[in-house]
């Protein structure tokens, strides 16, 4: 089962990705950043495979550069305290 399956195994392995990135010292603007480009990397090239993801796609896609930077950070946020050493 992948990661992506499971939206809890998701936000967990999010999490862990989250603090790794921490631990070494990656600034929260550059995390805010990535998490940016992922997203929409994601929108414009995965098609959504349950109601969560097409709910997140398309917010994503009705918001501007700003909004989705929001989006981004509540995603961050979301998974900050995941993580399977939680």
């Known amino acids: 089962m ?39 990397y994601l929108s414009n090239h995965v098609d959504a495979k349950n109601d969560k993801e097409a709910v997140i796609k398309e917010l994503w ?8 930077h929001a989006i981004a950070n509540m995603m961050v946020k979301l998974v900050q305290n995941e993580g399977t050493d939680r």
């Open 61 to 68: 896609n009705a918001g501007d550069k700003e909004e989705q």
């Open 2 to 40: 992948s990661v992506l399956d499971n939206f809890e195994s998701w936000k967990d392995f999010l999490g862990d990705r989250l603090h790794q990135a921490q631990s070494q010292g990656i600034s929260q603007e550059a995390i805010s950043d990535l998490a940016y480009d992922i997203g929409n």
